[in-house]
């Protein structure tokens, strides 16, 4: 027998070690934020991989296995998303989807790369999270390619653009990265960032940010934070009377902030990773049980979550087609698994994918989506592009 997970157990005098078996149904874990406002984003990445576990079982699974979603919920801090992946581990998964934030995958994602287990990040999308680890990939592209489209957009709708308020929650590793592409961005296009305003993903009280942008007199505003606190940041910006563009990035891309900002999340301009319009095939059968489901088309972070498990399963079907997977070692199949991920190429929502030798994402299709308000509840994101 080769090495594998050794568990060595202790019995009074006696110790000795036990391989791990890979478990039928094949189990891969998803460890998403599914309490706290973290949870703002993580329901909808839920919701992407239950859709995607459904298909996948329903094509027959990996050549006649089926497959299992094991959850554990990271909550809002690093504990949490630890404690997530520890269990998940332990348990006996091929690979892990999550965490939901950047902040979380650099507290946890060093806990999968030592024990060598597959990590997809389904959303994370600060700089530097694929170079946390040789198992360490994603399917979110990096702020790097994502947020300017949405700067080049608000210059489109108003060509006159001059001065830009940029704020962002420095408390958050994704919000801290997603700014400087931003701020990047706003100097190449020879717009002048006359303020840079700091605040905390747990603030609710923003008069002072909001104060400084109002005074700075600005033409755009550009929000670097998460869903309840980039969307009260909106309420209190329109409330003391900012009348210009705002860009919210991806921390708001969710309308679980029509909760929290109401009418005044209209005109917010967000760029996507995802469009429900993408006309590959496996993308209109997930738009089709989607809004069978939930009465509304997709949103970004349901298509990346769904598109990491479907990496997975097209991962494991390789190599179950040259070695039946219940015939491996776990700790083996974690690190074949680790390695096909990585040489594919997969037709997902997000259109064609692979990966470079890093886990970098490749992806081609990128868009941008304003917010549309039909009354203080109800609105949705209307791709311009
Ligand atoms: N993309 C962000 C991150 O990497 C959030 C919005 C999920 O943390």
Redesign the pocket.
């Known amino acids: 027998m080769k090495r594998a997970t050794l568990l060595a157990v202790t019995l009074g005098l006696f110790s000795f070690t036990v391989a791990q078996k890979v478990a039928t149904p094949i189990e891969i874990g998803v460890a998403v934020a599914q309490t706290s406002n973290?949870a703002l984003?993580g329901q909808e990445q839920v919701i992407g991989a239950r859709l995607a576990e459904k298909f996948f079982n329903n094509q027959g699974g990996i050549n006649g296995t089926p497959i299992k979603l094991v959850f554990q919920d990271t909550g809002g801090d690093e504990a949490g998303a630890i404690n997530a992946f520890q269990n998940l581990i332990r348990d006996g998964v091929v690979g892990i989807v999550g965490p939901?934030?950047?902040?979380?995958?650099f507290a946890a994602d060093p806990i999968a790369e030592r024990a060598k287990v597959p990590v997809l990040?389904p959303?994370?999308?600060?700089k530097g999270?694929p170079q946390i680890g040789d198992f360490i990939a994603r399917v979110?592209a990096p702020?790097a390619v994502v947020a300017p489209n949405a700067v080049k957009q608000a210059l489109k709708l108003d060509p006159d653009i001059k001065r830009v308020a940029v704020l962002y929650a420095q408390n958050?590793?994704?919000?801290v990265?997603?700014t400087g592409t931003f701020q990047e961005t706003a100097k190449a296009q020879k717009l002048d960032v006359v303020t840079v305003q700091k605040f905390q993903t747990t603030d609710t009280d923003f008069t002072t940010q909001v104060t400084a942008v109002l005074g700075a007199k600005v033409d755009l505003v550009i929000i670097s934070g998460?869903?309840a606190d980039g969307g009260n940041l909106v309420k209190q910006l329109r409330q003391l009377g900012y009348k210009g563009l705002i860009i919210g990035?991806?921390?708001?891309?969710t309308s679980n902030i029509f909760s929290v900002c109401g009418r005044d999340c209209d005109g917010i301009l967000i760029a996507q990773a995802y469009s429900p319009q993408q006309s590959g095939a496996i993308n209109q059968v997930f738009v089709k049980e989607y809004r069978a489901q939930y009465k509304k088309d997709p949103p970004q972070?349901a298509a990346q979550a769904y598109t990491g498990v479907q990496v997975f399963v097209e991962a494991l079907r390789k190599i179950d087609r040259k070695k039946k997977l219940n015939t491996w070692d776990l700790d083996d199949l974690r690190a074949e698994l680790n390695k096909a991920i990585l040489v594919g190429s997969y037709r997902t929502p997000l259109g064609v994918i692979s990966f470079d030798k890093e886990g970098e994402l490749n992806q081609k299709e990128f868009y941008v989506a304003q917010i549309k308000m039909k009354d203080a509840r109800n609105g949705s994101f209307v791709f311009l592009k």
Request: hydrophobic share 45%; net charge negative.
């Open positions: 973290v984003l939901t934030l950047s902040q979380h995958a990040g959303s994370n999308t600060a999270i979110s702020v958050d590793a994704f919000s990265s997603e998460l869903a990035g991806n921390g708001l891309n972070f």
